[in-house]
């Protein structure tokens, strides 16, 4: 999403929805690394974690990473929001991918893996945005500056998918086939909301496509296991996908 404002301290509609859903769910069953994260972007967004920035200023775009090596931006941008109603909804839909993931991957492994994808899809906005610059000849992809957690939504909607066992998803009112509904939920949003990140959320979808079905993902799983001493288990489900490829 596109940076809307500076932050604002102090409760908001949203902030409070998202305090009356975590407690709907059961704050005691949300795993911990996904507890710690919602928390912690929360207090970020009101500014009670104190940082010297304003959420505008770590926006993330490819000129500034690639021309000005803004690297506070590659890393900051994905955990900050724009109003208190984009922080609502990301962090309701990362408290059921999160609370699904977690317990299945481990908390340690589970919260390494969030790192590295959030570096990823940092990485996939930058080199879609120079891409997309070079096809079209409209530098606006350089320079379009965004924030928010939704690429890393997106990845983490391909990993769940790729965990499942095929079935149908409701987006929009339609029901679509496990494999592509994340793509359907791309083109939904960026026609429904058009202050959405379409570039960051396709770098998510991606990230999460080359972990789900490349050499990628057994190197980053591979990787994480020699830092925590515990592989990461998946459904036999995501191993077929994987074996696919």
């Known amino acids: 999403m596109r940076p809307a404002r500076r932050r604002q301290q102090g409760l908001e509609y949203g902030l409070v929805l998202l305090g009356m859903q975590a407690a709907n769910y059961g704050i ?36 500034k990473i690639l021309k000005y090596k803004d690297w506070r931006s590659f890393f900051v941008s994905n955990f900050e929001h ?35 994808i959030s570096m990823c899809c940092s990485a996939m906005y930058v080199g879609l945005s120079y891409v997309l610059t070079q096809i079209t000849a409209d530098y606006g992809y350089m320079t379009t500056c965004a924030i928010g957690f939704s ?28 494999k592509f509904a994340v ?13 959405a990140s379409f570039v960051g959320h396709l770098g998510g979808i991606l990230v999460g496509c080359l972990y789900c079905y490349t050499s990628v993902g057994s190197f980053i ?24 490829f």
Request: glycine fraction near 8%; include cysteine.
């Open 183 to 195: 793509w359907a939920e791309l083109v939904i949003i960026h026609l429904l909301v058009p202050n």
């Open 151 to 178: 690429g890393v939504l997106f990845a983490l909607k391909v990993i769940v998918v790729c965990e499942e066992h095929d079935r149908l998803h409701n987006i929009g009112g339609f029901r679509v086939p496990s």
């Open 28 to 63: 005691e069953k949300i795993p911990p690394v996904t507890l710690a994260a919602i928390i912690g972007q929360a207090l970020l967004y009101i500014g009670v974690v104190q940082v010297p920035w304003n959420s505008e200023d770590v926006c993330i775009s490819a000129v």
């Open 221 to 244: 799983d591979a990787r994480i296991n020699s830092i925590t001493g515990r592989p990461i288990i998946h459904e036999e489900a995501f191993y077929r996908r994987r074996s696919v």
């Open 82 to 116: 724009g109003s208190d109603m984009h922080l609502y909804y990301n962090m309701i839909s990362f408290l059921l991918k999160g609370a699904y993931l977690e317990p299945m991957y481990g908390t340690s492994n589970f919260g390494i893996l969030l790192g590295i």
